[in-house]
């Protein structure tokens, strides 16, 4: 054997790992299918020349789908090990089926899961003993993997409670662990969601025994005195009254370096930063920790005092690149901006140079200071448009002249414009760009991912001192729900934040007050607020006469509130941006350039109109595969496509009976190469369901 040959075998030992152990893969294993998030297998016996022979194998209704209203929904990437398949379902109980039929081996009945979003879970293993660990409202909960049951001798009765240790004064107590979690040896390392206003809790990320539940490490991504970041923010003691910098978006892991890779929230309150002036660490950031201890390794923050609502919106991607000639194990990060950040996975140095480039705080609200400079990238190519002025307004558009109007009196054009009282235009939007389905990659060194591209409006406008003032129902609706649900109660456009009116109808008081208490999806609990401002509130969303006025217990240190994330749509429905409104692109990471772009969905009544598919706003990641294919669902057409990853053409398609708001996993069992997508359906107005699709060869 050469030398060549030799080193190049030790080089794909010591930096491939990750592509060794997938070499025979039959199974998906965890989150995204590996600790590299790659949403790549190497199954090939679905390939370009056969998938149109595509066929359904089997269906399984999970049950729980708000067939009303529209509201639930299933985000689940699923998991599958020696024949079992893991998910959850629309109503957020895990279940194990049959990999092979379909068939329901057990289901939980989980009652305190507080109407959470959940994209999975997390299986761990040693010997006999295997578990599933399934978040749900606050609790982790680790079950048997063969029976579902929880396991009594973990946490607090099978649970560990994620509220413990992250209160502060004046926090609320919104936690939602609704992405799956990662395993280092006998390590679960957590994060969560947490609210993204001034009462949000602490955003630490925690590890846990996987057998007792005891935790082990805590990493303070809001500093205490005397640890590192901790001069970054201005006002002293920020955990005292500073919340989120929060992992809700997933981790990557490289398990033979003992790496995790962990991208943190923007600080609460997202759209002002007067009470956190500085750079404000370590929000906004990718941290690398050892796994083992938690002892920070490097970071690197990609937003500079966030006010913009620009966290990172899903985990990592490892990859091994060839870049100037040479073999790099590299860690990337797609963003809602639209741009990819790539790093030395080691020593966390960029791999393509990044410029500090200078931005105008002009139009700043009184108090705030936001950064003079943001990390752009220069390599690899942004992967969405990067502004939006009237010149980019679609060429069919409705009310052209009166947008006009509205867009020459906005602030747009550049993507880190303050935040003030006129209206500012976000592009693309602050869901995305990248959303958190997140990219792919595959063992070439190509990254797909699917995008947006969807102006999103909003504007700050000044509030009034309210502790300890009198304000009736109305007044305490405007003060902490009209910046969602609408001075007006009816919502936003797409229904990611549903109209109020006429809610009375369709749930009870009861039922309101409770949704009050814990929140739901992502609607943050009101446990910081007296139970007087809220029965004032129920009263008002349920058009009852009552205008007694209640005193106001609880007292602001922001000044402002925003009025909504408005995505902005003509009268006739549709994006007012040129299209595409949505897109999947690929992009050759060892050169940083583009490989293709397509548009993602289509709306069918414009294509029979003669217009080019627009693509569509989309939720969901892609898989990709030995056999030179992608699957994706995620647009709102309720489409599942398969395309060639070479060129971007589509090759087959079919319709869900939902639409597959999830990312696709796929698995070999019993000679047959399976494909399965969850369909839940709910957001973006789309009707809600409860099936999980597999689909073999004919």
């Known amino acids: 054997m050469s030398y060549k040959l030799i080193l190049a075998l030790s080089l794909l030992i010591i930096t491939g790992f990750s592509f060794i152990r997938i070499a025979d893969q039959k199974d998906w294993p965890e989150y995204n299918g590996d600790g590299a998030r790659s949403h790549y297998s190497t199954l090939d016996q679905i390939n370009t020349q056969n998938v149109g022979k595509l066929k359904i194998a089997w269906t399984y209704a999970s049950g729980g789908a708000d067939t009303v209203g529209s509201r639930t929904q299933i985000q689940c990437n699923p998991i599958i090990i020696n024949g079992i398949l893991y998910g959850v379902s629309a109503d957020i109980q895990a279940f194990a089926l049959d990999a092979a039929t379909g068939r329901e081996i057990w289901k939980t009945e989980v009652t305190d899961n507080s109407g959470t979003l959940s994209r999975g879970v997390t299986h761990w293993e040693d010997g006999d003993d295997k578990r599933i660990f399934f978040g749900a409202g606050k609790w982790l909960n680790a079950l048997d993997a063969r029976t579902g049951k929880l396991i009594e001798s973990f946490g607090e009765n099978g649970r560990i409670n994620l509220l413990n240790d992250i209160q502060r004064p004046g926090s609320d107590e919104y936690i939602k662990a609704n992405t799956p979690n990662t395993i280092y040896k006998n390590l679960i390392i957590t994060g969560a969601r947490v609210n993204e206003n001034e009462t949000s809790l602490l955003g630490d990320i925690r590890a846990f025994d996987t057998r007792t539940g005891r935790k082990i490490w805590t990493f303070h991504t809001i500093p205490a005195k005397g640890e590192a970041g901790y001069e970054t923010w201005a006002q002293g003691n920020p955990r005292a009254h500073i919340g989120g910098a929060n992992a809700w978006a997933g981790m990557a892991i490289d398990r033979q370096r003992g790496i995790v890779y962990i991208p943190t929230g923007s600080a609460a309150y997202d759209f002002y930063g007067g009470n956190r002036l500085?750079?404000?660490?370590?929000?906004?950031?990718?941290?690398?920790?050892?796994?083992?201890?938690?002892?920070?390794?490097?970071?690197?923050?990609?937003?500079?005092?966030?006010?913009?609502?620009?966290?990172?919106?899903?985990?990592?991607?490892?990859?091994?690149i060839t870049h100037k000639g040479k073999a790099i194990d590299v860690v990337s990060l797609v963003t809602k901006q639209g741009h990819i950040f790539v790093f030395?996975?080691?020593?966390?140095?960029?791999?393509?140079?990044?410029?500090?480039?200078?931005?105008?705080?002009?139009?700043?609200?009184?108090?705030?200071?936001?950064?003079?400079?943001?990390?752009?990238?220069?390599l690899p190519v942004p992967f969405t448009r990067q502004g939006f002025t009237e010149k980019d307004l679609s060429p069919f558009v409705a009310d052209r002249d009166s947008i006009v109007k509205i867009i020459r009196k906005s602030k747009s054009g550049s993507p880190y414009i303050p935040i003030g009282f006129d209206r500012t235009i976000f592009f693309p939007g602050t869901d995305g760009g990248a959303q958190w389905g997140g990219a792919a990659t595959d063992p070439e060194g190509i990254i797909y991912i699917p995008a947006k591209e969807i102006p999103v409006y909003t504007s700050l406008i000044k509030k009034q001192e309210t502790k300890g003032k009198e304000l009736t129902g109305n007044k305490l609706y405007q003060l902490y729900c009209a910046a969602c649900h609408g001075a007006d109660r009816m919502g936003n456009h797409d229904g990611s934040y549903p109209s109020l009116a006429g809610i009375s109808k369709r749930l009870t008081e009861p039922q309101i007050r409770d949704l009050l208490a814990k929140g739901r999806g992502m609607m943050p609990s009101f446990t910081?607020?007296?139970?007087?401002?809220?029965?004032?509130?129920?009263?008002?969303?349920?058009?009852?006469?009552?205008?007694?006025?209640?005193?106001?217990?609880?007292?602001?240190?922001?000044?402002?509130?925003?009025?909504?994330?408005?995505?902005?749509?003509?009268?006739?429905?549709?994006?007012i941006s040129q299209p595409p409104w949505g897109t999947l692109t690929a992009v050759d990471m060892n050169t940083g350039q583009r490989r293709w772009q397509i548009p993602l969905g289509e709306y069918p009544e414009l294509t029979k109109k003669g217009i080019p598919p627009t693509g569509t706003d989309n939720y969901g990641g892609p898989l990709v595969t030995g056999g030179g294919l992608i699957f994706i669902a995620a647009s709102r057409d309720e489409q599942f496509r398969v395309i060639d990853k070479k060129t971007g053409r589509i090759l087959w398609s079919t319709r869900l009976p939902a639409a597959g708001y999830a990312s696709p996993s796929t698995y070999m069992l019993n000679g047959k190469q399976y494909v399965v997508i969850a369909c839940g359906g709910g957001k973006l107005n789309t009707k809600s369901g409860d099936k999980y699709l597999a689909f073999c060869l004919d």
């Open 278 to 320: 500085g750079n404000n660490l370590y929000a906004n950031c990718l941290l690398a920790l050892d796994a083992a201890t938690g002892k920070k390794l490097w970071h690197y923050q990609l937003v500079h005092h966030d006010i913009w609502d620009r966290d990172p919106p899903s985990p990592p991607n490892l990859l091994t």
């Open 344 to 378: 030395d996975r080691v020593t966390g140095k960029p791999v393509f140079p990044i410029t500090e480039r200078p931005f105008s705080s002009a139009g700043a609200v009184p108090g705030e200071k936001p950064s003079p400079t943001q990390p752009i990238p220069t």
């Open 528 to 575: 910081h607020i007296s139970e007087a401002e809220r029965k004032g509130i129920i009263d008002f969303i349920s058009d009852k006469q009552s205008s007694q006025a209640v005193s106001v217990s609880a007292k602001s240190e922001v000044p402002y509130q925003h009025t909504g994330y408005n995505r902005w749509y003509d009268s006739n429905g549709y994006p």
